[in-house]
């Protein structure tokens, strides 16, 4: 391979922009510039590549056929070396295994893929640098790509934001080989951290509580800028309330939130850092803060506090009378952040402004919470101020599923929890290990082998149902083969119906299988890409959540309790079960003993 580089820039290329983005993305006025400066690939665009359809472009413009491992571009070059280009396929996108030690996860990602898709196609830069890497490519190949684009591709896909469980496909691709080839990597470079992230975040939702907040606050410690972003909209997408991520907010339009930092406190040295201590009240008379605030400090016998803390908090309240949130760790918590915080709600209230409440970021935090509600209640009561009890509690440092459960079990006052590194670099497991399979050639399923049960693929076209119980909760996903009629339409071959009695397999255990009578049938794939059009309206980043949640709320507590959840069942028809143990049979060569 050649080491020659040249600096690659895709542009706006070969897509007229005669329309402006469409309702589904995430609009905001700040957000239209920021999409062009940061990210030169947004916007719906009418195709002008002759296919007629709409277009859509990736959100990230690193999101291009490029993308991808090298192998994925010399085997194409291969395939249409060899002329097998053409050769229809189907391939399934799935994991094997659930993540976190869990049993579920929440599919994400499925808007990019849909975009890479819809715009895929190779620059005339990038057919260059396809040159310089291959030098001996064929220059028929180098024109083949230039003119290559998704028009003959069909994607069939679960919802994002749906509870999803292992060998189900979330994607099934079909169309001429080299063209499904080439998707493999980007697909699940888009999938795998997406759902991964959500999945996290569904699961810190649920240690949380329905009652609390969670926020995401890991913008500092992600993987990188991408992984950033990716993370705040995926966290928001798996059950965050909101992010600390301001860029994330200006490009999804996730709800922003924020306190402040322990800098802001140790940058006040003395008392006289604070040059102007006054504050004008709502009726515009104006009244010396800080010293209001030393006035309640003796009232209540708070004589040990740090005035230069107390300083600091006057400040931010100067700056923002009705949102002080005092992070009140920096010295001592009960013993001087949380006093002087009151000192100031104190002095707020007097001159008609109300504070927020404040940050432990450091400690027991069980213990914190609940003495820091104590002395609110306490000097609540004592000024006949009802909403100090109800001051809002924000607890952060190094939080993750363990350590809220834990807090749960000891008991807190946390209202709000704010999750950093656990929640946006998935420490607990760093990766999701979707896959991608051939499983049907020219018609034909294809299997692939291997010692261990789990890997062996699922082979043929196939379909998934969910079956569900009469307590609304799903029992069962069912996989069936699906086949083309004449037209090549889709025609499903023994659908469950509800109401009638249907066997589901596992499918490499026979003793497991159950007979299921399901009440509710919901077939789990949908068109979404076809003909070079997107088949399927794109729901907002918003309407995804909500779905998300929803669809949690559906499953049965022990499948998604985070301490030895049961595990869900993900069946084949009968018909599936004996084409994969036939062609398991025939694949397996027969070994001789000699
Ligand atoms: N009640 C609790 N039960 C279980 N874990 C807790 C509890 N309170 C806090 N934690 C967790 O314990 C860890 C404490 O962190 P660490 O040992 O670094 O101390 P710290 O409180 O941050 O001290 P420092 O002030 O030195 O930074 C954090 O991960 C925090 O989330
Ligand atoms: O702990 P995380 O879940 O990652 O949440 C984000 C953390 O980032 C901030 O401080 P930072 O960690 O930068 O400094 P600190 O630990 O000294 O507070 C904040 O105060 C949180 O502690
Ligand atoms: O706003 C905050 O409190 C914040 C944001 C990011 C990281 N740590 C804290
Ligand atoms: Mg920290």
């Not at 994991?95 to 849909?114: D, H, N, Q």
């Not at 606050?217 to 966290?235: E, F, I, K, N």
């Not at 209540?300 to 949130?325: C, D, I, W």
């Not at 993750?400 to 929640?423: M, S, W």
Request: aromatic share 8%; hydrophobic share 35%; with cysteine.
């Amino acid at each position: 391979m050649s080491q020659s580089f040249t600096p690659l820039k895709r542009k706006n290329d070969q897509i007229n922009n005669t329309q402006e983005e469409s309702d589904h993305l995430y609009q905001t006025k700040e957000l239209k510039r920021v999409n062009t400066v940061i990210y030169d690939h947004v916007g719906i665009s009418q195709s002008s590549n002759g296919n007629g359809g709409i277009r859509m472009k990736p959100l990230n413009a690193f999101v291009t056929p490029l993308l991808t491992d090298l192998y994925q571009i010399t085997m194409a070059y291969s395939l249409w070396k060899n002329n097998r280009h053409q050769v229809p396929t189907v391939f399934d996108l799935y994991f094997r295994k659930a993540p976190f030690g869990g049993e579920f996860t929440v599919f994400a990602g499925l808007e990019e893929v849909i975009r890479f898709v819809s715009d895929f196609h190779f620059t005339k830069d990038e057919c260059n640098h396809i040159r310089e890497m291959i030098p001996e490519v064929d220059e028929g190949f180098i024109e083949y790509l230039s003119k290559l684009n998704s028009s003959e591709l069909t994607l069939y896909a679960i919802k994002e934001g749906s509870v999803v469980f292992p060998r189900i496909p979330l994607i099934r691709v079909e169309g001429p080989m080299i063209i499904c080839q080439l998707m493999e990597t980007t697909l699940l470079c888009l999938v795998n951290f997406a759902s991964l992230v959500a999945t996290n975040a569904a699961r810190h939702r649920l240690a949380v509580g329905k009652d609390k907040i969670m926020l995401e606050y890991g913008l500092r410690r992600a993987q990188g800028p991408d992984g950033a972003m990716s993370a705040s909209r995926y966290s928001y997408l798996g059950g965050a309330d909101g992010t600390s991520n301001v860029l994330a907010h200006c490009f999804f339009g996730i709800p922003i939130k924020g306190t402040h930092a322990h800098s802001f406190v140790t940058s006040y040295n003395k008392e006289e850092d604070l040059k102007d201590r006054t504050i004008v009240d709502p009726q515009g008379n104006t009244h010396d803060l800080y010293e209001l605030a030393k006035h309640y400090r003796k009232e209540l016998g708070y004589t040990n506090t740090v005035l230069s803390e107390l300083a600091a908090f006057t400040a931010y309240a100067r700056t923002f009378p009705n949102g002080l949130l005092s992070l009140v760790d920096t010295y001592d918590t009960m013993n001087s952040g949380v006093p002087n915080f009151l000192c100031l709600a104190l002095a707020l209230h007097k001159i008609g402004y109300k504070a927020v409440g404040i940050r432990l970021d450091s400690g027991d935090l069980s213990y914190l919470s609940k003495a820091s509600r104590r002395l609110f209640t306490e000097v609540g009561k004592k000024y006949q101020i009802d909403y100090f009890e109800k001051f809002r509690i924000v607890a952060s440092n190094d939080l993750n599923e363990p350590t809220i459960t834990a807090l749960n079990r000891q008991g807190h006052e946390i209202d709000v929890f704010a999750i950093g590194t656990n929640l946006v670099t998935c420490q607990a497991q760093p990766a999701l290990g979707c896959v991608y399979k051939l499983v049907e050639i020219d018609g034909a399923p294809r299997i692939k082998l291997s010692q261990e049960t789990s890997k062996v693929t699922l082979p043929g076209r196939k379909t998934a149902y969910r079956l569900y119980g009469s307590e609304g909760h799903p029992l069962v996903d069912l996989l069936i083969l699906e086949q083309n009629n004449a037209n090549g339409d889709s025609q499903n071959n023994q659908v469950p119906k509800v109401g009638e009695k249907v066997l589901c397999l596992h499918p490499f255990e026979e003793q497991k299988r159950v007979v299921v009578t399901p009440k509710q049938v919901e077939l789990l794939h949908q068109k979404v890409f076809s003909n070079g059009e997107v088949c399927v309206p794109l729901p907002t980043l918003e309407q995804v959540r909500s779905f998300c949640l929803h669809e949690i709320s559906k499953i049965r507590e022990d499948h998604i309790r985070i301490s030895n959840p049961t595990p869900y069942k993900v069946s084949v028809s009968k018909e599936l079960y004996d084409s994969l143990h036939q062609l398991w049979l025939q694949s397996v060569p027969i070994k001789e003993l000699e």
